[in-house]
């Protein structure tokens, strides 16, 4: 039998947040806040290593299934397809039938998807499987932010997702590293055995500490058309996202998918009006400090992830680094992350979410800035200081955010809440890689040509060109083999500069995506229904 509590928002009848009813309580460890933390931070973490560990295994995957560079690249994308399409509509199924059963069954459908993963032996099976964890893991993300904000009275909240974005970070960061040790010293399989024990306790603890919260208003019926069309909407926006890098900015089929997102938006925000029970109400966004949050949470990941794949190019092929030292590289981001965190829950809890945020994105605009600076030769020192300075402003934005959202939504709501959160997040690392990327395709293509000339090397031909471009875009020099050594040097050292041009121009593009996300931050303010979940467990 579910051990559930039903909880009470719609206050005295004046549409204000009330008291937790006379529900079932918590007793015990069943619903105690802090190991509700733990637990369903156990899960998020799968779902977080999980977006940057299997990168690392990508070239020892195609070696054993045989497959091509494009196959490869489906391993990725039909993840973060998955995951970025369902995660609202996930979130809605939680506040249908409770986030504790939904976050169950995401945890043990990833779980059971990853171990498939390991056993596959074609590269199809591969891409099924990476289908299916994205689908568990857009029920398991938002489920464990709605058991959060239901468990967790106001003072407390902030302190909470802040350990909570300790962990995503983290994870995604510490991804690489994870990966890099795997793959050279198990096989790949093991970066995907890995989680099934993971799994296994995060349903173990589930089944024993996790306790069920549902609004007494919570919906009872399915918007069935508008899942259908946010689906539609936001697979067509994240196809063209993936697919642009290769048909083209200007090729017609990837403006085909944007503005065939930008109808399913609008056809899909018109029935919304329409239908009695709607999957997001768009009173929602009235709110100016949700809907801010929501924009700052895609322009963060824009400059975070859009920053951070380029890095990563930066370490291996620039500096030549192996994946766990590049890994080792990224340590100061990781670490303020997991220091700053939890910190910024503090401060937010003190001093509301607007000043914490704006410093963040100052900070992350800075950051990106000095990243612009890095050169063929800079020193372990340098980087480190401003990788620190990148952690340091996304803690409090990833926490100061996501109670913005969370916070300003109705109890009732805190799953799709969930849902928008990690979906502008999704987005906007697409957007970020997708925009980013562009910005430095077309600078290597500016500057390969004359770079090439300067150093007195032979001309190339067109399909050369094309080529050795894009080898620049990710700090590959194109060397070919028997190339004299003098030859190779100038080749090395004429991509790397190129590469390192391209960069600069990426990280400016992103500190200015940063900088503008200052002034959005300051439209925030503290969540007007944070109270609404409070006064079950115990603290």
């Known amino acids: ?61 195609g070696e054993d299934l045989g497959a091509s560079l494009s196959e490869l690249q489906w391993i990725t994308n039909a993840y973060f397809l998955a995951l970025a399409v369902c995660l609202i509509t996930a979130g809605k199924l939680g506040d249908r039938f409770g986030h504790r059963q939904t976050f169950l069954i995401g945890v043990v459908g990833f779980a059971a998807a990853s171990g498939a993963i390991g056993l596959s032996d074609s590269i199809a099976l591969v891409v099924t499987f990476r289908v299916l964890q994205g689908l568990f893991g857009a029920l398991l993300m938002p489920a464990a932010l709605g058991l959060l904000r239901a468990t967790f009275p106001a003072e407390k909240l902030n302190m909470a997702i802040g350990i909570w974005g300790m962990v995503i970070g983290a994870s995604t960061a510490g991804g690489p590293i994870l990966g890099g040790v795997l793959v050279e010293h198990v096989n790949w399989q093991s970066v995907f055995f890995i989680n099934v024990p993971v799994g296994v306790l995060a349903v173990a603890l589930g089944v024993w500490i996790l306790l069920d919260h549902r609004a007494r208003n919570a919906p009872r019926s399915f918007d069935l058309l508008g899942i259908a069309l946010l689906s539609a909407a936001m697979f067509c926006l994240v196809w063209a996202l993936i697919k642009a890098p290769e048909w083209g900015w200007g090729d017609v089929q990837t403006w085909s998918f944007i503005i065939g997102s930008f109808v399913g938006f609008g056809l899909f925000a018109f029935w919304e009006t329409k239908v009695k029970e709607p999957l997001i109400p768009l009173a929602l966004f009235r709110s100016v ?48 992350m997991i220091v700053g965190s939890p910190l910024a829950g503090v401060m937010i809890t003190k001093v509301g979410p607007r000043i914490p945020l704006a410093a963040g994105m100052a900070f992350t605009a800075l950051a990106m800035y000095g990243m612009s600076t890095l050169e063929t030769d800079t020193g372990s020192a340098v980087m ?15 926490v100061g955010a996501t109670e913005v959202i969370v916070g300003n939504a109705p109890l009732e709501l805190s799953g799709v809440a969930g849902g928008l959160q990690q979906a502008a997040m999704q987005i906007g690392g697409s957007l970020g890689t997708a925009v ?52 190779a040097t100038k080749i090395t050292d004429v991509a790397h500069d190129t590469f390192i041009s391209g960069m600069s121009l990426a990280s400016l593009v992103a500190a200015g995506v940063a900088a503008v996300a200052v002034l959005v931050a300051f439209l925030t303010k503290r969540g007007e229904n944070a109270e609404a979940g409070a006064g079950v467990g115990h603290i």
């Open 1 to 61: 039998m579910t051990s559930q509590t039903t909880i009470d928002t719609t206050g005295p009848g004046d549409g204000t947040p009330g008291a937790p009813s006379d529900g079932a309580p918590a007793e015990g460890l069943r619903g105690h806040p802090w190991f509700t933390l733990f637990t369903v931070a156990v899960g998020v973490m799968m779902v977080a290593l999980d977006g940057t560990i299997v990168a690392i295994a990508n070239p020892a995957i």
């Open 289 to 336: 400090p949700l809907s801010a949050g929501v924009v700052l949470m895609v322009l963060m990941a824009i400059a975070f992830m859009g920053g951070l794949f380029f890095v990563t190019f930066y370490l291996q092929n620039v500096h030549g680094m192996s994946p766990i030292d590049a890994g080792l590289h990224l340590l100061p981001l990781t670490g303020m």
């Open 384 to 398: 480190s200081l401003w990788f620190a300075l990148l952690g340091l402003g996304l803690a409090p934005v990833m």
């Open 436 to 487: 980013l990327g562009a910005v430095m395709a077309s600078k290597v293509d500016n500057d390969l040509e004359g770079n090439w000339a300067k150093a007195g090397l032979p001309p190339l031909t067109p399909e050369q060109a094309g080529q050795a471009s894009e080898a620049v875009q990710v700090g590959v020099a194109p060397v070919a083999k028997g190339t004299p050594p003098e030859i």
